[in-house]
Every structure is written in structure tokens, then in C-alpha cells.
């Protein structure tokens, strides 16, 4: 570490880690915007070795709470389907007044499968792996604090017909800007953080049409440091997508320097919300990340042969290939002899043979 900067300090069980929820282990900034933690190596900016990641802890990232040490992690079991169809059925008239309170509309609320809790006041918005079950709830109270009910694991923001119709994707921060987008009549997919999720989202977005883009966008969040959480965010989760889907994935800011999605709405939503599509893609300015090269392995078709064997096919070849158009490709590995064939080729063209070796 930079000696200018202030030490990282431990963790304890009344400062858990922001990215594990531990209270040991873990070591978080002063400032607490980043921590290193030797459990999680997703969402992570630098592998540091034996000493765990380095994370970037976003301002609206959620604390998980895991088990008590005397309580292993896979015996907390919950039915989070079935508690999330009772808190659904609780939810009308409130919908309505959180709704208001996001400036989306009910409808795309409903979509997503919010509910809430009368006990405690709390809106609950379920999330899903890439196979549509629901892994989590995440909790919003009133006062605006969320966090997600014990046992839960970080997964996806969707609706159940999160692809129909037309057009791109985009996969955004959180459930609200989901409903945002799904306001203004596009298809949207939340992502727990600003870099958590891709794993889900590549398994959901697995047989997405080729003549759809996807695009990750990202928080318009830039501090004074120069860092830019969401912005780094959507890059590397467009570069993990693309390299597992093998296909080019886009990322980009919300248009006219707004912070996200939802707040471009209720900028410029108006009372016609889905009139506005057209004007915020026109604003996007699209970035592609293109997939690195594969590499694959190959079977071999036929027998082994002798590699003097090899020389005299590959010499057949190479002469029966001039004076013919088209081009002849040889892919033999190094040290096969193709310098040494050529050579006899040229000397087959004066007149003159040599045993191949």
C-alpha cells in the first residue's frame, strides 16, 4: 500500500465487511470506499495475492448478512418464492405510493414481483438467478436503507417477460432503474452492484437473439478522486458477458449527464413515458467490447501417420496445389518440415528430386 495513504483498518462484528458481511478477516479504508476481502473475488478491481481483493465499495452497495459462526451458511433455508408471492399479495394499495416515490410506473412494479412487509414497512423486490429462481429478497425501508433477508444471495432484478419484443437489453443498477427503463417500454435486467451479477447475467442472457444488442449501463457517478464506480462497473461487466456469450456487448452512460436511468426519467419522462424511448436511445453513446479470440482443440480425424509419411502427403499436395487457383492453406505444427518441402518443390520445378526424409 502507498505509505501516503491512511492504513486499512480490521474488520469486527460491529464493522462487518461491506462485501462479505464477516467480521473477521476483512480490512476496509478509513473512508470506507475500499476494502479488501480474501472471501470474494467477484465484483473485484485487483486480485492482491495471499491478502485477498481489492474492492471499490460503491455508495449504494448493500452489507450482506451472513449466518452466525455456530449456524453453518447452507442450513439457513428459505422458501423465498413462496415468501415472495405472500409479501405480492400485500402489496396493493402500496405499489401506488412507492410508485410516486420512484417517479415509475405501477405496472412495471408489478412486473418486477415487488411486494411488502406491513411488520416492518418494507418493499421487497425479489432476486433471481440467470434461470429465473428467485435466490434473495432485498429489503427497502422506509427511510431508505436496504438490505437483503438472511440467507439471501445477490442475483438479478427481472421481469418474467424481460425479452419480449424488440430492440436491445440493458442491464442497469438495482431494481428501481429496472423499473425505469421498463417505464419508458424497454426490456431491462438489474444487476445487484455495479460490478456483481455478470455470472447470472450471462447464464439469462445465454440465448439472447444475435440481432439484439446488449448493453450494461452504468451510474453517471464520477468523484472527485477521478474514480467512477459505475462507469468501471459497466465495462467490466460488459468485457465478463462478452467473453462468456462470445459475442460483442455494449456499455454506456445515461444521456445528457444524468446519474441513471431513473433519474433521466423523471427528467424528461413526462406524462407520456413510453413517448420518450425513442429520445433516450437516441442519446446513448454505445461502446462495444468485443470477445477475445477462442482457441479450441481439435480431435484428430485420422490415424497417427509417421512423420516421414507426413512429409511425403504434405510434398503430393503442395505440388498437385501450383498452377491451380485458390489458395492452399498448410496449418502443420512447427517442425513438420514444411521449409524443407518447399525447397523440394523448388527443386522439382528444375528438373530435379529428392528423396523425401
Not at 74 to 82: E, I, S
Not at 281 to 293: K, N, Y
Not at 307 to 330: N, T, V
Request: charged fraction near 25%.
Amino acid at each position: 500500500m502507498d505509505g501516503s495513504q491512511p492504513p486499512m483498518l480490521r474488520v469486527s462484528p460491529l464493522n462487518r465487511c461491506p462485501i462479505c458481511g464477516h467480521g473477521d478477516w476483512c480490512m476496509v479504508a478509513p473512508n470506507g470506499k475500499t476494502a479488501i476481502c480474501p472471501r470474494t473475488a467477484e465484483g473485484a478491481v485487483k486480485d492482491l495475492g495471499e491478502a485477498g481483493y481489492l474492492h471499490v465499495v460503491h455508495p449504494d452497495h448493500v452489507t450482506p448478512h451472513p449466518a452466525p459462526r455456530n449456524e453453518p451458511q447452507n442450513t439457513v433455508k428459505v422458501d423465498f418464492q413462496h415468501l415472495s408471492d405472500i409479501r405480492r399479495e400485500r402489496a396493493e394499495p402500496r405499489l401506488h405510493d412507492l410508485a410516486r416515490t420512484l417517479g415509475v410506473s405501477v405496472d412495471a412494479l408489478r412486473c418486477l414481483k415487488v411486494g411488502y412487509n406491513d411488520y416492518d414497512q418494507t418493499f421487497t423486490f425479489p432476486e433471481r438467478d440467470g434461470q429465473g429462481n428467485i435466490i434473495g429478497i432485498l429489503l427497502r425501508y422506509p427511510t431508505g436503507p436496504k438490505k437483503r433477508i438472511r440467507g439471501s444471495k445477490s442475483g438479478l432484478s427481472y421481469a418474467d417477460a424481460w425479452d419480449d419484443g424488440t430492440g436491445p437489453v440493458f442491464a442497469v443498477e438495482g431494481p428501481s432503474d429496472t423499473a425505469a427503463l421498463m417505464t419508458l417500454g424497454l426490456n431491462a435486467i438489474g444487476r445487484p452492484s455495479n460490478r456483481g451479477g455478470y455470472s447470472h447475467l450471462a447464464d439469462l442472457l445465454s440465448d439472447f437473439p444475435e440481432d439484439r444488442n446488449i448493453v450494461v449501463l452504468g451510474d453517471c457517478d464520477r468523484k472527485e478522486d477521478g474514480s467512477w464506480p459505475g462507469k468501471q462497473g459497466a465495462i467490466q461487466t460488459a468485457s465478463e458477458v462478452s467473453k462468456r456469450l462470445e459475442r460483442t456487448v455494449y456499455w454506456a452512460l445515461p444521456p445528457d449527464g444524468v446519474k441513471d436511468a431513473r433519474a433521466w426519467l423523471n427528467e424528461h419522462g413526462g406524462d407520456n413515458p413510453t413517448s420518450m424511448r425513442d429520445c433516450f436511445l437516441e442519446g446513448l453513446q454505445l461502446h462495444a467490447i468485443t470477445p477475445p479470440p477462442v482457441i479450441r482443440s481439435f480431435v484428430p480425424f485420422q490415424e497417427p501417420i509417421s512423420l516421414g509419411s507426413y512429409r511425403a502427403e504434405m510434398l503430393r499436395r503442395r505440388l498437385f496445389s501450383l498452377d491451380r487457383p485458390g489458395i492452399y492453406l498448410d496449418r502443420s505444427m512447427t517442425g513438420s518440415g514444411k521449409s524443407a518441402i518447399d525447397y523440394r518443390v523448388v527443386l522439382n520445378l528444375f528438373g530435379r528430386t529428392e528423396e523425401v526424409a
